[in-house]
């Protein structure tokens, strides 16, 4: 309902001309037939599925290797200690910021913004899996060892499912930083995506085309961290005191 | 199931400890807060470091890990794995040991109808209550047919009922599998209900090892006495059965009744917080119920203790600090008194059975 207000409202202010007409702000039914004509010739169709490949592969490697070596780091002390000062130290540079380096070292090619993804990825799976796999009860070990377990059943069959919580938030937040990192970086470097297609239609004046472009990024955003919440709620609602079920 | 010898284990909580549990025995392990006792069993089930040795059966155990001792642990927490629901739970060591299906599908029925909860099965031990939650630990300690039973303080989170009625369960479990079994608590009267025997554990060493009513009735030291709360006890004179259950003892000029059915007693112990004190005469049938006169009054941290001179015994009794404040009490007063019979314990003289010395 807030939503349709909105966007009644946009084409009402619009339509009156009370900013400076069409030129900076087209109304709402103007933007959506430009979605239709960028969709009918298949130029968002395109930009879309480039940028969504590159989250998809980048997201998918920063988040297993996120998930691995957090894994590692979590249970193993010596790996700790021998990594956590590395992580420390480039855990701080914002993901942009590599983007000078990453075009000298790998070049404007399809690796450089899946590189960026997977270190905007990385980090902050990496950190939320220490932290779930450090903060497992120790009680819960202690009570698998006495059962029985070897020390990798304690990891798989104890630990890991009860840090997936952790995990998940990691997860969820950087699902949509996926999208937020590759629009940036399409608009900086990369000559197609929707970041891309946002630029050009910036040089053409284009505010429509622009705002078609916002549209799709924000229901990327919002699809990829809904999906998320709903394998979270899928994987761990039921035996999570905490569960929320109507995410 | 094996006999444990602990010898000369020492670590951050454990003073030289040296323990015998007899095989298919209830221990009883009986302590304070921070006495050392969750570490001593910890030290058993392998799950810390120590010094000393641990043999179960005369062999020793102490290069064996945890995993492969062969011992259940119900934890005092009970920590049940929030996310596998009471049957994964109860199966989770047969799945470590690669049951096949169809056998951890057979045991675990057969656990759950032994802990009386089959209708539990597909819960998360987020839907259980205590109760509940306290049978699947069981249930799962149980699960592997552990040779070694640990029992670290499992119905201390439980309401005074539920683990009362859990505690004869958990006994009348452990006496038909025969299992040798340590059972942690601080609480004496849950010690003496359940015990074969006890051990005292104070300041990380063992203090006393005996039977429960030798142990109520001659604590080998002060500190001992002390921390089972330093009991009266009075010698009997003379014995008679009431064929209800109960019997009359008198102890120098102190007619008792007591719940007792069997041999003929020796003596009576009851702690000093079992004997209830009033300014004015308590309502009631009145048994067990004197006039004492206060010979002292001495003020402990929450609680103030009275010595009381009744009929030539000398007691001990103990109340409540703010219930002592509501009263008007003082050296040389008269009270009332009333020695809880239910919580009377009784000594008996094992070799004279009632049949053959009605009275002594």
Redesign the interface.
Known sequence: MPVAIFLALWEIIARVDVLPGNFLLPPFSEVVVEFYHLSASGVLGENFLSSLIRVLIGFCAGSIAGIVIGTVMGWNKVADRALNPLITLFYPIPTLGWIPLLMLWIGINEMLPITLIFICSFFPVLYNTITGIKNVDRDYIKAARSLGASDMKVLTTVVIPLALPNIFTGLRLEAGMAWRVIIAAEMVAIPTGIGALLMKAESLIRIDIIIVCLIVLAIMCLIFEKFFAYLEARMTARWRQDAIHNR | MPSITVKNVKNYACRSVNLEINDKELLVILGPNGSGKTTLV?VI?G?VEYQGTVLFDGISVDRI????RG???L?Q?L?L????NVAANIA??L???KWPQQRITEKVRELLKLVNIPHLASR???NLSGGEKQRVALA?AL??SPEVLLLDEPLSSLDAQTAKYLRTELKQIQRRLRITTIYVTHDLMEAINMADRMAVILDGSIEQVDEPEKLLFFPCNDRVSDFIGAPNILDCDYCKSTEQGVMEVGCRGLKLIVPHDGNVIHKIAILPRHIYVSENKPRGPGINGFIATITDIIFRTDTVRFCLEVSNNKLVAEIPYHIFEEMDLEKGKEVYIILRMRRIRVFENKNVSFDKANVY
């Open positions: 910890n089930a799950l890990p945890a995993n492969k011992v259940g642990y934890f927490n920590v794995f929030p996310h596998l989770y060591s799945r470590v040991k998360y031990p987020k799962r699960a592997a």
